[in-house]
T-cell receptor, first 117, second 112 residues
């Protein structure tokens, strides 16, 4: 079985400061990792993904994430937070099944990010 | 705008009733996924269709069913509705392979 943990329900950061939203995963085989953001009353928006290659992946709106295989983590980061970054962030994982077909996407419980002006 | 459309945006109905939610995937995407988002359960995968065929089932209740039509749009049918079925229902689509899913704006279902 695959699972995702987002250990922090809430992260508060001051505008202009760096932000980190944590994610750890558990999966058999190679993981495909994703970050999504959800604004109030909106659907989830794709931010970035790790499939293979460079452990540091860059995504939309200045976000990046670092894949760490030994720590099974995929933390979301941004060097300088904006008030408009305040939203609900979801980490998700899917693994390649033994049959070669990708398994389903499993989402974490979400982390509410609040950027304070 | 993700390119995934969902109708209706809001739905209010009574317990015991049946409703149908509709989803049109992005142009070219063969896979459609349905998710339920509620405060207590989080984001739960319900079911996936690929090019008209059911591909995977998640935590979907027997009272719920879905289908994908030849034009690739999908419908999620919810019957014998209970108060606990009140939630946001999202549809997502993706191309074949381990690619990201693109989510629609959701349908907010309220069961009274």
């Amino acid at each position: 079985a695959q699972s995702v943990a987002q250990p922090e329900d809430q992260v508060n950061v001051a505008e202009g400061n760096p932000l980190t939203v944590k994610c750890t995963y558990s999966v058999s085989g190679n993981p495909y990792l994703f970050w999504y953001v959800q604004y109030p009353n909106r659907g989830l928006q794709f931010l970035l993904k790790y499939i293979t290659g460079d452990n540091l992946v860059k995504g939309s709106y200045g976000f990046e994430a670092e894949f760490n295989k030994s720590q099974t983590s995929f933390h979301l980061k941004k060097p300088s937070a904006l008030v408009s970054d305040s939203a609900l962030y979801f980490c998700a994982v899917r693994a390649l099944g033994s049959s070669g077909s990708a398994r389903q996407l499993t989402f974490g419980s979400g982390t509410q990010l609040t950027v304070l002006p | 705008d993700s390119g995934v459309t969902q109708t209706p945006k809001h739905l209010i109905t009574a317990t015991g009733q049946r409703v149908t939610l509709r989803c049109s995937p992005r142009s070219g995407d063969l896979s459609v996924y349905w998710y339920q988002q509620s405060l207590d359960q989080g984001l739960q995968f319900l079911i996936q269709y690929y090019n008209g065929e059911e591909r995977a089932k998640g935590n979907i209740l027997e009272r719920f069913s879905a289908q994908q039509f030849p034009d690739l749009h999908s419908e999620l049918n919810l019957s014998s509705l209970e108060l606990g079925d009140s939630a946001l229902y999202f549809c997502a689509s993706s191309p074949a392979g381990p690619y990201e899913q693109y989510f629609g704006p959701g349908t907010r279902l309220t069961v009274t």
